[in-house]
Structure formats: C-alpha cells, structure tokens
C-alpha cells in the first residue's frame, strides 16, 4: 500500500518570499503525484500533477514540483508567494489504473502574511 | 462541462440522530464516485467509492454507509450518528482514466 507523507503542517511565510511545501511518498508501484489546493470554506481543486514524462511540473499560477524517484519526494515551491496562496495543500499518490484512486497526506497551512 | 453538486454545506445533528448527504454529477457518464472525510487537522480519508450503481467499496469500518441509486448519485449515511462522524465531508468524481479527481464544495457536520 501507498503512503504519503506532508512533513509541515504549519508554514507561515512572508509575502513575496519563497516557499517549499514538502511531500513524501511510499509505494511498490509506480504511481501518479499530485497537489490539491484548499482555499478557506471551498472543496479541493487540482494544483498540479505528475503522471510521466518531465519530472518537473508547473502550474498556472507560478507553483512547481519536481518529482525525485531517489528521494521519493514530490516538494511543491513557488518563489515568490501572494496573500492569495494561503490556503490547505494537499500531497496525493495514486497507484496507476486503479480506481481505488488517491492516498492523501494530512495537509500543509500555507499562511502568507503581510 | 461537467459539474458536481454536493448538499447540504452545513448540517448540525445530535448524536443518534441519522443521516444522509447527497452528491450528484451531471455532464458524464459513468463515473467513479467517491466520499472523502477530512476531519479537523487531519488529511483526507477515503471512506467509499463506488465504479457502477450498486457498487460501493468501502475503505474504513465505521459509522456510514453508502449507496448508489443512479448513475450520477451518490449519497452517504449513517443510521445513527456518532460524535466522532464530526467532519468535513467531500464527494468526488473522477472518469475511467482515473487520473484526475472533481471535487464537490463539501458538507460541514458537526454531531453534538
């Protein structure tokens, strides 16, 4: 079975710096990463995601991950961070072609300060 | 488009008292359905899911159930509900590719 592992639960950062949310995972298979985002009082939508290919993967509001087979890591960073980035992120694994679908970690604060 | 549709957003129950959330999708067809529980400072559970009507997995031994009535419907219940059940629930859908998971906006309950 997969396992997914979120390191921080509480990140505050300052505006305009730069952050790194780390995730790490478990698996004996190959699997798909993914970030969801959780803004305040709204369900979870899709940052990013890695299924093959280029291990580097970029949103489109300046967030990136890069996945690390070795470390088996998948850390979301942004360089520069808004006030409207606070929210919940969310590390997720996911076997390839079950339907059984996605091992969530518990959950990274990003809280963006002024 | 496809949309998912997830009622009610709130619920406040006292415990024993029993239970029924619903969830809908429209624009698709035969989806994956799925309930996830977030309970307060914790990541998201998977607690069911469903790849036909009448076809439901379940994750975890609990408190719920569920139920597949129709193609696009999903509905989450409990007979009588515990305070433990406190938490935010999130309805999903994915397509048969199983890459990408739709999310409704969630259902707050609180059991006292």
């Known amino acids: 079975a997969q396992s997914v592992t979120q390191l921080d639960s509480q990140v505050p950062v300052f505006e305009e710096a730069p952050v790194e949310l780390r995730c790490n995972y478990s698996s004996s298979v190959s699997v798909y990463l993914f970030w969801y985002v959780q803004y305040p009082n709204q369900g979870l939508q899709l940052l990013l995601k890695y299924l093959s290919g280029s291990t580097l993967v970029e949103s489109i509001n300046g967030f990136e991950a890069e996945f690390n087979k070795s470390q088996t890591s998948f850390h979301l960073r942004k360089p520069s961070v808004h006030i409207s980035d606070t929210a919940e992120y969310f590390c997720a694994v996911k076997v390839s072609g079950s339907a059984r679908q996605l091992t969530f970690g518990s959950g990274t604060q990003l809280t963006v300060l002024p | 488009s496809q949309t998912i549709h997830q009622w009610p957003a709130t619920l406040v129950q006292p415990v024993g008292s029993p239970l029924s959330l619903e969830c809908t999708v429209e624009g698709t067809s035969n989806p994956n359905l799925y309930w996830y529980r977030q309970a307060a400072g914790r990541g998201l559970q998977l607690l069911f899911y469903s790849v036909g009507i009448g076809q439901i997995s379940s994750e975890v031994p609990q408190n719920l159930s569920a139920s597949r009535p129709q193609d696009r419907q999903f509905i989450l219940s409990s007979k009588k509900l515990l305070l433990s059940d406190s938490g935010f629930y999130l309805c999903?859908?994915?397509?048969?590719?199983?890459?990408?998971?739709?999310f409704g906006s969630g259902t707050q309950l609180s059991v006292l």
């Open positions: 999903a859908w994915s397509g048969t590719a199983h890459e990408k998971l739709f």
